[in-house]
């Protein structure tokens, strides 16, 4: 029997390539028989260029950029030589992961440092393309901070230049300057945004209404953030003539993948099937009998293109049996029909909701006992 493991990360937990050890060694405990294909995930979030990379042999750049609130930090971009593009993993500078809990609220933090890192890795390495990588963002900015440290000149209501844009700076922008810095140094760059959300910019469906509150975002704080966003959409709507709010996708982010869709005339594509073509994830259940993957929260974002709809939807294609492992399950019975009605197994049915890594890292051996008892046999 040919078991694939292939989860995601589960966020503020245990990454895809721990869960995937765990799984690989307690399946090999019970059946030392059974090959274990395993292919840790990602899907634009943390761990996407470490995922992409223990696949590939890119260069790793390290550089000095600034966290979500502006402090200095240590992150890292993939060169490849070969095709001439650079891989940004947003989430290393502008990540969620990068605070403590008590310091998320996205009415206060900037995507400027992942701005910085572009901006280095265009001016060192002049590469044809950029692939920039959304997910598990601690910002709700538009983008603008990133546009900034690019070289745009964001001013407010009182003609004053915004340096570092944040959420709460949104609903007082009057203006965003393309400058000539900034057209000098995109020029001749292809960018593409890599993620798997289908939001659009504002709105009820888009960046704030649907994410903010998991980055620290009050009610209230919701409410002044979208009303930032349509400020930004119809500053957009103004410059570029595009509605951000008919672009499936441009809230990804906190509303980020917008802001390069519109200023730096972005192409947006999936996340979960760009890093599967450096995984070979088809390949892997196309030789499979069984597939278990999994993600932190199973729920209607899920069927936004996540990793597990991707898997679900290749799995189907193959005829290969799904299982899905995740940290808790809010999908109704109606929404696991679109994935195939798998088999799933929630680790907060476990633990009661109280997680640690130890207790993931227990819980995830439960499970593999259980899948070989209901499942495998």
């Known amino acids: 029997m040919i078991i694939l493991v292939c989860p995601d990360s589960f966020k503020d937990s245990l990454n895809s390539k721990a869960i995937t050890r765990v799984f690989s060694k307690e399946i090999k ?31 790793i750049i390290e550089g000095i950029t600034s966290d979500p609130l502006g402090r200095s930090v240590v992150s890292s971009f993939l060169w490849d030589s070969q095709n001439q593009a650079i891989i940004v993993e947003m989430a290393q500078a502008s990540g969620i992961e990068r605070l403590a809990l008590k310091e998320r609220n996205c009415m206060n933090t900037s995507s400027y440092g992942t701005g910085i890192q572009i901006k280095l890795a265009i001016e060192k390495y002049k590469p044809k393309k950029i692939y ?15 546009l900034s440290a690019m070289g745009c000149m964001v001013y407010n209501t009182c003609g004053r230049i915004i340096d570092i844009p944040k ?11 393309v400058t000539e810095a900034f057209k000098s140094l995109v020029v001749g760059v292809e960018v593409f945004i890599i993620n798997d959300v289908e939001n659009v910019f504002s709105g009820l469906d888009g960046a704030a209404h649907t994410y903010a509150s ?6 209230e704080d919701v409410l002044v953030l979208d009303k930032g966003l349509q400020v930004i959409r119809d500053i957009v709507i103004e410059d570029k003539g595009i509605n951000l709010d008919y672009i499936n996708g441009a ?29 070979k994830l088809e390949d892997a259940i196309r030789k499979a009998d069984l597939v278990i993957t999994g993600e932190g929260r199973l729920d209607h974002q899920t069927l936004q293109g996540k990793l597990v709809y991707h898997v679900a939807e290749l799995c189907e294609l193959h005829g290969k049996d799904m299982i899905v492992v995740c940290g808790a399950n809010e999908m109704s019975a109606e929404e696991l029909t679109q994935i195939g009605d798998p088999a799933v197994y929630a680790l907060n049915e476990y633990n009661n909701g109280k997680f640690t890594d130890e207790t993931t890292i227990r819980d995830l051996k439960k499970v593999v006992n259980d899948i070989f008892k209901n499942v495998v046999g």
């Not at 906190?254 to 390069?260: C, Q």
């Open 132 to 146: 920039l990588t959304l997910g598990s963002s601690a910002t709700n900015d538009a983008g603008l901070g990133m």
């Open 29 to 59: 405990n019970i059946n030392s028989e059974v090959n274990i294909i395993a292919i840790p995930m990602a899907d634009g979030g943390e761990g996407t260029l470490d995922i992409i990379n223990s696949n590939n042999d890119f260069e």
């Open 251 to 279: 809230g990804a982010a906190g509303g980020m993948a917008g802001g390069g869709y519109a200023y730096m005339n972005a192409k947006m594509i999936s996340g979960t099937e760009f890093i599967s073509q450096f995984t």
């Open 167 to 177: 959420g709460s700076d949104l609903i007082n922008v009057s203006k965003i300057v």
């Open 214 to 219: 998991q980055k620290g975002a009050s009610k």
